[in-house]
C-alpha cells in the first residue's frame, strides 16, 4: 500500500466542538475543512497570497492552503463559521456589514478572521497596524477603506464593552 | 418599519450571507454525481494543430472526452463577430486557447489526464504585441486575422480644412502606452452545467446571463426557452466576467452533454490570469496644438489597442476609448484615428473603464505636457479647456446638461490642498537630502459616458419586471448581477421607495433567465441608470394599482405591506414590466461616428498625493481626493465604496501591476508575480459626491462604477512628474523606470556642485 | 479544487532522534516539512515530491528561544511571528525581528520557520541578509551527530546548501554583540507579501577608527550572500574622502544580479549600493 494511501485520524476541535476526520495524510487543511461542508473558507490563489482561505489554529491566522490537515491534531481551529460564538470575530461580522466592509464577499471570511486575529492580540490598533495586519488578505472590491473603518468599529465596540461577557 | 428611501446609505441585503460564509458562490455547489472538467489547451500562440495524442498508458476509460468534433451546431462563440470557436480544430491562434475539454469525478485524476494528453503541433509565424503587429502591417506580412491585421477602425472628423496647426504658439507630440490589466477578482471563473438533447442549465460566476444564453443557444442550436442560465453568487467581475464566462459555459455544458451528468469547471488562478479576457493593451500617439496661454486649439489621435487572436468585444472596447480620447475639453478642430490591432494573444476583454482609462491617459499626459511646456500650472491648462453647457464635443454632440466640471475642479483643488502642497513639495524637493522622500500631487480632469454608446441602449431593448408574489412580497426580476457593486440594494431601495415600503416586503431575486427579462449585461456604468429606471417604473406601475385599490398615498409601510398582501394573496402572482424607452433626442451616426454618443455623462477631478523614496525608487500614494457629479447618489456608502475600490484598481494600473508576456503568453500568472495593491499599498481616500440634476436614472442618477478607472492613473502619474521631475508615458510606472530619473537628477545636481 | 498533496507521503516525527532517523533512511528518501509556506507552494504545480515528507513541526527540540553563554539560540522550527515579537531577539537580532515582520504577511509569519527560511536557500531568502549581518551558525543534526556550519558557508549555490544527506537544521546561534550600528532594508514588489527585489542587512562597529562591518544580501546572486570584497575595502578605507561613494561601486561590481520576473540587474545593483550608502551614513553618523 503506498503510504499516502494510508488514511489518518485526525482529533481537534472545530468551531468549539470536538471533532473527528479521517483524510490522506498530504490533504491540505483548506481541502479538509471544505470536504467537512465549511465552505465559508474560500479558495483564492492555492498558493497563500490572497488569504481567502485563512482561518484560526489556536487564535493564530494561518492559510489554509499551506498547512496540512494533520498539523491541526490536537488543536482548535476556527472557520468563519464558528464567528458567531467568538466575541471578537461576531463583533466584526457586525461591524463589517454596518460599516460597508462587503462588497462581492469572497475575502470576507478570511479578512474577518484576520481582523479577529489582530484584535485579540492587540485591542486598540491604529489604522497603520490594522493595515499591516491585513496585508495578507487581498481585496479587489473595497480598495480596504471601509474593512479598515469596520475593524475599527468593532476594535472601539469591544473596548466600550470592555471585559469578557 | 423603515421605509426604503433612495439618497441613503441602506444596509446591503446580502451582507449578512457574506460575513457568515453562507453565501453559495459556484465551487461552493456540490450537485449529485458531479464530474470536474478540465481544458487542454495550446502552448503556442500560433500553430497548426496536427494531431492529438493520448497516452496509452493512461486509463481513459472512465474519463469524458469532448473536442471540436463534438460540438452539436456551430463551432463558435458569438459576440460582435463569429471569429471565436469553442474549441479550436486546426489552426490555433493563440497560447492557452481551449483545444479539447475532459471530465471526470476525480478533480486530481482529471488533472493526471490533462497531462496525459499532447498536442502534435506545426508552428507558424505569431504576432505577439501591438507594435509587432503595426511592423507587421506596414511591412505587408500576410494578416493573422481573417478581417486583416485591424478587427475595427474609427475615425472621428471634427472641424473643417487644415485647422489652426501652422499658427499655433505651441504644437506638442506625445506617446502614451498602457499594458495588460489582469481583473483579479478574488473568486476564479467557475461554471457548473447540466445538458442533453434537449436543454442546457448551467449556473456559475457570470455578469451576463443572457450572453450566456445566447452563446448556448447558437453552439447546441436550442431556443432560449430550453436554455436556462442561473447566476451564483459572484465574488467580484469588473468586466472579466462578461464575456468570458461564454466561453465556459459552453465547455462546461459540452462535457455535461456527453458525459449525461452534471460537469463543473472552476479555474485555478493561474490557469485563470493567463487563460481569460484582461484590459487591452494600448499606444496612443498624440499631436496637439495650444495657443501660448494654454487653450486647445487642435488636437489629432492615432489611438491603438491590443484585440487579442478574435474579436469578441473590441470594438466597443475601441469605441469607447474613441470617444473619451478628447477628454473632458473644448476642442474645435479634433482627428482621432482607432485601430484594434489582431495579435496571436488571448483575446483581450472588457475591464472597468472598456478602453477608456487608456484613451484618458493619452490625453491627461498631453496636458500635463502642454502644462510644463508653456509655464503653467497643470490645474490651470484643465481650467480653461473644460467644456461647458453648450459646447460641442469631438462627435459634435451639444452638451445639455449642466457640467458642473470647474466648480468640482474648485472643490477638489481645495479640498486636497492642492496649490499649497505644490508650492511645499517644490521647495522641498529642491533642497532633499539623499534619504528624503521626494513628493509630488497632480491632478485628472475628465468623464465617463453612462450607459451604451449612441443607440446601443436602443439595440438592447432592456426590460425589467416586479412582481407580487400571494405572500405579499414584491420581487425585483432584472438580469443584472450582483457582483459586489451593490446592484441588489439599490434596486431595493428604488423599489421600495417607489411603493413605500420597507426591506421586508422588497426582495431582490438572483437572475435566472428562466425567472427575469433580458435587462440587458452588468456593464457600462448602465444598472442603476438604466435598469434602476425600469424596475422604477414597474414599481410605480405596481403603485398605481394599489392606489387604485384604495392606498391612501401617505401611507405608512405597515400599511403599505397589509396592502401588498391583501391584493397577493387575492391576485398574486402578478407583474408589472417596463421595457426602455430611448430618448427621444439621442440621435447617433454609428458610420459618420458623430451625434451624441452618450445621453448623459459623469464628471470628475481626482487629485493625487504621492511620495517617492529616492533609495530605491518605490512610489507610494499618500493621499487621493476623488470628486464626483453623478446626478443624483443612491446610495452614498456603496457609491464611495465603488470609488474606493476603482481607484484601488487604478492605483495597481500606475504603479503595481505589469503583465509579462513570454511567446504570447502571461508568464508571472500568479499572486506572487502579479502585483496588486495590498491594504499596506493604498491611502486613505477623501471620496466626495456632487449632485448636478441631468442623469437619465432615478432622480437623475448617471453611471458611476468605471469612472474611477479613468482618472486615477493619470492622477497619480501627474503627481509623479513633480516628485521625479521626469513626465513618465508609460504603464504600470514601476520602480524600474523611476529610480533612473532620480538618479539622473541626483547625479545632475552633483555634477553642478 | 483539491490540492495535488493529497497524494504527498507524509509522516509526523514525535521527537528529533525519530525524525533523523526518518531522513537518514536510504531506502526511503525523505525531505523535512514544518510551515509548509514554500513547499505547499511548490506542491501546487501539481508534480508530486517522491520524497516522504517529515513533519517535524512537533519536536520540541526545534523550539525555545534562549540566550546561553553570550549566544542567543534559536529553534529551528521557531516561526516568524514569534521571532518578530520575541523579547530577546528584538534585543540581541534586531534585524532577524525586523526582516521576520517583513515575511510574506501575518498569516505566513504564523507558519513559516527560520529553519525551513534558510534551508529552503532561495536566494530571495528573507531572514539569510539578517543572519549573515548577525554573524549567525546553523547547528545541523544528523544521526551521526551534530556540527556548526557558519551561515554564509551554507549556501554553496543556486538553492545548493551545505546540507548532507539525513541532516536537519535544529538550532540557529546568533552572537550577542554590543554597541554596533544595524540596519535592514528589504525591497518588494510591494510594501507587504512581497518577495525582494534586493535586501541588505548591515551591522558594523568602530575599531579605533576602522570599520568592522558585515553585509548580508538577498536577490542579488544565485545564493544569499556575505560582500566580503566590499567589507575588506571599507576595513582599510572607510573615513577617506569619498569613501562612501566609492564603497557603493565597490559593492556594485561584487554583486551579480540578473533580469528577471521581478527586477532588473541595473535596478537591484543601483538600489543595492542606495542601500548601503544608508548604512553607511548612519556609521558615519555614530563614529
Known amino acids: 500500500m503506498r503510504e499516502h494511501d494510508l488514511a489518518i485520524t485526525l482529533r481537534y476541535t472545530l468551531n468549539g466542538k470536538a471533532h473527528t476526520s479521517v483524510c490522506p495524510p498530504g490533504l491540505r487543511l483548506l481541502d479538509l475543512l471544505r470536504r467537512e461542508g465549511l465552505t465559508g473558507v474560500k479558495e483564492g490563489c492555492g498558493e497563500g497570497e490572497c488569504g481567502a482561505c485563512a482561518v484560526l489554529v489556536d487564535n493564530a491566522l494561518v492559510n489554509s492552503c499551506l498547512m496540512l490537515a494533520l498539523q491541526v491534531d490536537g488543536r482548535s481551529v476556527t472557520t468563519i463559521e464558528g464567528a458567531a460564538a467568538d466575541r471578537e470575530l461576531a463583533e466584526l461580522q457586525v461591524a463589517f456589514a454596518r460599516e460597508g466592509g462587503v462588497q462581492c464577499g469572497m475575502c470576507t471570511p478570511g479578512m474577518v478572521l484576520a481582523s479577529g486575529a489582530l484584535l485579540k492580540r492587540s485591542p486598540d490598533p491604529l489604522d497603520e497596524e490594522i493595515r499591516e495586519a491585513l496585508a495578507g488578505n487581498l481585496c479587489r472590491c473595497t480598495g480596504y477603506v471601509r474593512i479598515v473603518k469596520a475593524v475599527r468599529s468593532a476594535s472601539q465596540r469591544l473596548r466600550a464593552a470592555g471585559g469578557q461577557p | 418599519m423603515e421605509p426604503l428611501r433612495t439618497g441613503q446609505s441602506a444596509p446591503r441585503p446580502d451582507a449578512w450571507d457574506k460575513v457568515t460564509g453562507r453565501a453559495m458562490y459556484v465551487d461552493d455547489l456540490v450537485p449529485e454525481g ?425 439595440r438592447l431593448a432592456s426590460r425589467a419586471a416586479v412582481e407580487l408574489g400571494r405572500d405579499g412580497v414584491v420581487r425585483v426580476l432584472a438580469a443584472s448581477t450582483e457582483i459586489g457593486q451593490g446592484a441588489t440594494t439599490v434596486f431595493q431601495q428604488i423599489v421600495g421607495e417607489a411603493l413605500g415600503a420597507g426591506a421586508e416586503q422588497v426582495l431582490v431575486e438572483m437572475p435566472d433567465t428562466a425567472r427575469v427579462p433580458d435587462s440587458g449585461p452588468t456593464v457600462a456604468s448602465r444598472t442603476t441608470m438604466v435598469v434602476g429606471n425600469l424596475v422604477d417604473r414597474a414599481a410605480r406601475a405596481l403603485r398605481a394599482a394599489l392606489t387604485a385599490d384604495g392606498l391612501p398615498l401617505e401611507a405608512t409601510p405597515a400599511t403599505v405591506a397589509q396592502a401588498l398582501r391583501a391584493r397577493g394573496a387575492a391576485r398574486g402572482p402578478e407583474r408589472w414590466e417596463e421595457g426602455y424607452e430611448h430618448p427621444g433626442w439621442v440621435v447617433w451616426d454609428e458610420d459618420r461616428y458623430q451625434g451624441d454618443a452618450y445621453p448623459t455623462f459623469a464628471w470628475a477631478v481626482y487629485v493625487a498625493r504621492v511620495a517617492v523614496d529616492p533609495l530605491t525608487g518605490e512610489a507610494m500614494v499618500e493621499d487621493f481626493t476623488a470628486l464626483q457629479d453623478i446626478g443624483h447618489v443612491v446610495n452614498p456608502g456603496l457609491a464611495a465604496g465603488q470609488v474606493e475600490g476603482g481607484v484601488a484598481q487604478g492605483i495597481g494600473l500606475a504603479l503595481l501591476e505589469e503583465v509579462q508576456w513570454r511567446q504570447g503568453r502571461m508568464s508571472n500568472n500568479r499572486l506572487s508575480t502579479y502585483i496588486v495593491p495590498t491594504s499596506l499599498d493604498l491611502p486613505p481616500m477623501r471620496v466626495l459626491f456632487r449632485e448636478t440634476p441631468g442623469g437619465y436614472g432615478p432622480k437623475g442618477a448617471k453611471g458611476l462604477g468605471e469612472l474611477p478607472l479613468d482618472g486615477t492613473a493619470p492622477a497619480v502619474l501627474s503627481a509623479l512628474d513633480q516628485a521625479i521631475g521626469v513626465r513618465l508615458t508609460r504603464l504600470p510606472a514601476l520602480p524600474e523606470a523611476i529610480l533612473p530619473c532620480l538618479t539622473q537628477a541626483v547625479e545632475a545636481t552633483h555634477a553642478g556642485a | 479544487m483539491t490540492g495535488p498533496s493529497a497524494r504527498q507521503a507524509v509522516v509526523s516525527a514525535t521527537s528529533l532522534s525519530h525524525a533523523l532517523d526518518l531522513l537518514a533512511d536510504a531506502q526511503r528518501p525523505a525531505r523535512p516539512f514544518c510551515g509548509g509556506t514554500d513547499l505547499l507552494v511548490q506542491a501546487a504545480s501539481g508534480v508530486v515530491d517522491p520524497r516522504r515528507w517529515v513533519d517535524i513541526s512537533r519536536i520540541p527540540e526545534l523550539h525555545g528561544i534562549g540566550c546561553d553563554k553570550g549566544m542567543l539560540r534559536i529553534g529551528a522550527a521557531e516561526s516568524f511571528a514569534r521571532l518578530r515579537e520575541n523579547a530577546l531577539v528584538k534585543q540581541h537580532a534586531p534585524l532577524l525581528a525586523d526582516c521576520a515582520s517583513q515575511v510574506g504577511a501575518r498569516a505566513i509569519q504564523e507558519r513559516a520557520t527560520l529553519g525551513g527560511n534558510v534551508g529552503n536557500a532561495s536566494p530571495a531568502a528573507d531572514s539569510a541578509p539578517a543572519l549573515i549581518a548577525h554573524g549567525a551558525q546553523l547547528e545541523v543534526a544528523s544521526t551521526d551527530g551534530t556540527r556548526l556550519v557558519p551561515v554564509e558557508e551554507f549556501f554553496l549555490d543556486y538553492r545548493r546548501t551545505a546540507l548532507r544527506a539525513g541532516e536537519l537544521i535544529t538550532v540557529v546561534l546568533l552572537p550577542v554583540r554590543e554597541g554596533g550600528i544595524f540596519w535592514h532594508r528589504k525591497v518588494g514588489t510591494r510594501r507587504a507579501q512581497a518577495i525582494t527585489k534586493v535586501a541588505l542587512a548591515a551591522s558594523g562597529w568602530w575599531q579605533r577608527g576602522a570599520l568592522a562591518c558585515r553585509i548580508g544580501m538577498a536577490s542579488v546572486a544565485p545564493i544569499p550572500m556575505r560582500c566580503r570584497a566590499t567589507e575588506a575595502w571599507l576595513a582599510v578605507h572607510a573615513g577617506e574622502t569619498g569613501w562612501m561613494h566609492a564603497a557603493a561601486g565597490v559593492l556594485r561590481a561584487e554583486i551579480t544580479p540578473i533580469d528577471d520576473l521581478r527586477s532588473t540587474a541595473d535596478y537591484r545593483r543601483e538600489v543595492a549600493g542606495n542601500l548601503l550608502l544608508a548604512f553607511l551614513r548612519r556609521m558615519e553618523a555614530a563614529r
Open chain 2, 34 to 458: 458531479l464530474l470536474h472538467g478540465v481544458t487542454v489547451r495550446s502552448p503556442l500562440p500560433r500553430a497548426r494543430l496536427k494531431a492529438i495524442h493520448f497516452d496509452p498508458a493512461f486509463d481513459w476509460s472512465e474519463v469524458v472526452v469532448v473536442g471540436a468534433g463534438d460540438i452539436p451546431a456551430r463551432n463558435c462563440i458569438p459576440v460582435l463577430d463569429e471569429d471565436q470557436p469553442a474549441l479550436a480544430h486546426d489552426l490555433i491562434s493563440h497560447a492557452e486557447e481551449a483545444v479539447l475539454l475532459l471530465a471526470h469525478a476525480d478533480p486530481l485524476v482529471a488533472e493526471d489526464a490533462r497531462r496525459a494528453v499532447r498536442l502534435e503541433l506545426e508552428p507558424l509565424p505569431a504576432v505577439l504585441n501591438l507594435r509587432a503587429a503595426m511592423e507587421h502591417a506596414a511591412r505587408g506580412d500576410a494578416p493573422i486575422h481573417p478581417r486583416g491585421a485591424v478587427v475595427k477602425d474609427i475615425r472621428i472628423t471634427k472641424g473643417e480644412g487644415q485647422g489652426p496647426w501652422a499658427s499655433a504658439a505651441l504644437v506638442l507630440e506625445d506617446e502614451a502606452e498602457t499594458g495588460a490589466q489582469e481583473q483579479l477578482y478574488i473568486e476564479t471563473q467557475g461554471m457548473i452545467a447540466w445538458a442533453d438533447e434537449e436543454q442546457v442549465t448551467v449556473t456559475g460566476s457570470l455578469q451576463c446571463p443572457y450572453y450566456v444564453q445566447h452563446g448556448l443557444c447558437a453552439v447546441f442550436d436550442l431556443p432560449p426557452e430550453r436554455v436556462r442560465v442561473i447566476q451564483a453568487v459572484t465574488g467580484g467581475g469588473f468586466g472579466g466576467k462578461e464575456e468570458f464566462p461564454t466561453l465556459l459555459a459552453v465547455h462546461a455544458a459540452l462535457l455535461a452533454r456527453k458525459a449525461k451528468r452534471p460537469v463543473k469547471m472552476v479555474f485555478d488562478r493561474p490557469e485563470d490570469m493567463s487563460a481569460t479576457t484582461k484590459r487591452h493593451p494600448s499606444l496612443t500617439r498624440s499631436r496637439a496644438a495650444f495657443t501660448a496661454t494654454g487653450e486647445l486649439l487642435a488636437l489629432e489621435v492615432d489611438f491603438n489597442l491590443d484585440a487579442g487572436a478574435y474579436t469578441t468585444l473590441s470594438p466597443v472596447v475601441l469605441s469607447r476609448g474613441t470617444l473619451h480620447a478628447s477628454g473632458p475639453y473644448r476642442c474645435d478642430h479634433v482627428r482621432i484615428h482607432a485601430r484594434a490591432w489582431a495579435t496571436n494573444t488571448p483575446p483581450h476583454g472588457a475591464f472597468r473603464g472598456f478602453g477608456a482609462p487608456q484613451s484618458c491617459f493619452a490625453i491627461e499626459r498631453l496636458m500635463d505636457l502642454a502644462a510644463q511646456r508653456l509655464g503653467l500650472d497643470p490645474a490651470e491648462v484643465r481650467r480653461r479647456n473644460l467644456l461647458r453647457q453648450g459646447d460641442t464635443t469631438a462627435t459634435g454632440q451639444l452638451m445639455l446638461e449642466p457640467i458642473a466640471l470647474e466648480e468640482l475642479l474648485d472643490q477638489a483643488l481645495e479640498a486636497s490642498r492642492y496649490h499649497e502642497l505644490r508650492r511645499d513639495f517644490a521647495a522641498a524637493n529642491a533642497t532633499a537630502g539623499p534619504e528624503d522622500l521626494r513628493r509630488g500631487i497632480g491632478l485628472a480632469t475628465f468623464m465617463h459616458g453612462a450607459g451604451f454608446t449612441g443607440s446601443g441602449e436602443k
